[in-house]
């Protein structure tokens, strides 16, 4: 894709003054326990590792689940490894539409409250009494990226993005972990309205100037 010159140059004095981050499109995916891993796949059976994502330890997996709404269903949903304590299911509004459920926007690991699904496996069934949610917009950031700008963990910023169809997205929590490595995740809805590439560059606005 071409960017046009006036946004790249925006960006560059944007840049001069404020932190930036790059962002990254998240697809629909699913996030098993062990336990329910068990059931779909076969006890013992391990996720298989297909493609290192950017943060550390994150990868896509080959294993493909059948998830079922009260109106609709998706016939091969991506998993993403390692297992996680409890099973989650991330979703933008429109995947939620088409499967029937109204799911909160939360951040990750937020599953209170939050409405479930019918997942099955070649092995098995697993119906989700809750797990199912729109991901919050959210950056993930190294520690010492933070310290440098003063951004603090759950600090709530705003993320302006350039470009022909530019956006500021207000709302973005910040996750600050020696862990991570620093990079801004939206889902497919999000993308579509920025005009999202790889590689496309955010600034982040906090409240100081």
């Not at 944007?14 to 062990?34: N, Q």
Request: aromatic share 8%; charged share 20%.
């Amino acid at each position: 894709m071409n960017i046009p010159y006036d946004a790249v140059w925006a960006d560059v004095q944007f840049r001069l003054e404020r932190p930036w981050v790059e962002l990254e499109a998240s697809g629909r995916h699913l996030h098993l326990s062990r336990a329910d891993a068990d059931a779909l796949l076969g006890p013992g059976v391990p996720l298989t590792p297909v493609h290192n994502l950017s943060q550390p330890g994150q990868y896509t997996c080959a294993e493909r689940i059948r998830v079922i709404g009260p109106k609709g269903e998706f016939p091969a949903f991506g998993i993403i490894g390692p297992e996680r304590v409890q099973s989650q299911v991330e979703l933008s509004a429109t995947d939620a539409l088409a499967l029937g459920v109204k799911p909160p926007v939360r951040l990750s690991g937020d599953g209170i409250g939050t409405p479930g699904v019918t997942l099955i496996g070649p092995a098995g069934r697993v119906d989700l009494k809750s797990g199912v949610m729109i991901a919050k917009r959210h950056i993930h950031m190294r520690p010492d990226f933070g310290d440098r700008f003063g951004i603090k963990d759950r600090q709530i910023v705003s993320v302006r993005v350039w470009g022909v169809r530019g956006v500021t997205f207000n709302n973005v929590a910040v996750r600050l972990s020696p862990d991570f490595d620093t990079y801004m995740h939206i889902d497919y809805d999000e993308a579509n309205a920025c005009g999202f590439y790889k590689g496309m560059i955010g600034t982040i606005i906090t409240d100081k100037k």
